[in-house]
């Protein structure tokens, strides 16, 4: 789901200068869920609902979060939930947001303590791990550059998928050769995008 349809209710800690406070409810029910940054069983979920109202919105984020600058890092996923500001109105309805229960799933890492774990997963800087989705994401937050470049990520696995394909067909095939050179166009595509993201001006940024 867009962000434009949810976005982080912080707790007091997330609060910088100059913010609007926010209303005892939403505050209260952020700090419950902050207690619980990772939730690895059952059990734990459980744990969680008893603490919140039964008629709370349920969502759940359509995309698994990382911190790109660390995929070289072994990494596992946990399921960590977040208070967000949902849309609940439909189509006869005004616009009307209210909080609710996000659920999603962030990368970690795999050899740290449980303390730097659970600091990962309550992040909410974090970008989609698919390209695609985190493309747009940094767009709508001005980093042209780092769309830039995640589109070059997608490009190259698009172009190794298509090689991939051609592996399996007839050689001396037209279809495999037209196949082969799409492959390699789509490359180089990707490798002058890949450049372009890295000497794009400052300005691009916004």
Same mark, same amino acid.
Request: net charge negative; aromatic share 2%; charged share 25%.
């Given at each position: 789901m867009s962000d434009t349809h949810r976005q982080p209710i912080p707790t007091d800690r997330?609060? &910088? /200068? &100059?913010?609007?406070?926010?209303?005892d409810e939403e505050r209260h029910l952020a700090t419950t869920v902050a207690a619980h940054p990772m939730l690895g069983s059952v059990g734990a979920l459980a744990r969680l609902l008893a603490h919140l109202p039964p008629e709370l919105p349920l969502w759940l984020d359509e995309h698994v979060r990382w911190d790109p600058d660390e995929r070289l890092k072994q990494q596992l996923l946990t399921v960590t939930p977040r208070i967000v500001w949902v849309d609940t109105a439909d189509e006869t309805e005004d616009a009307s947001m209210e909080? &609710?229960? =996000?659920?999603g799933t962030v990368c970690i890492p795999f050899d740290s303590t449980p303390d730097v774990q659970a600091a990962?997963?309550?992040?909410?800087?974090?970008?989609p791990a698919? /390209?695609? #989705?985190?493309? =747009?994401?940094?767009? =709508?937050q001005g980093?042209?550059?780092? #769309?830039? &470049?995640?589109?070059?990520t997608l490009l190259q696995d698009?172009? #190794?998928?298509?090689?991939?394909?051609?592996d399996g067909l007839d050689?001396?095939?037209?279809?495999? =050769?037209?196949?082969?050179v799409e492959a390699s166009t789509i490359g180089q595509a990707a490798a002058r995008i890949a450049r372009l993201a890295k000497t794009g001006p400052e300005g691009d940024r916004g």
């Open positions: 997330a609060l &910088g /200068p &100059g913010k609007t406070p926010v209303p909080p &609710g229960l =996000e659920l990962v997963a309550v992040r909410r800087d974090l970008l698919d /390209p695609y #989705a985190s493309a =747009e994401e940094r767009l =709508e980093d042209v550059p780092g #769309a830039l &470049g995640d589109l070059a698009i172009a #190794a998928l298509l090689s991939d394909v051609t050689r001396g095939s037209p279809d495999t =050769e037209s196949l082969r």
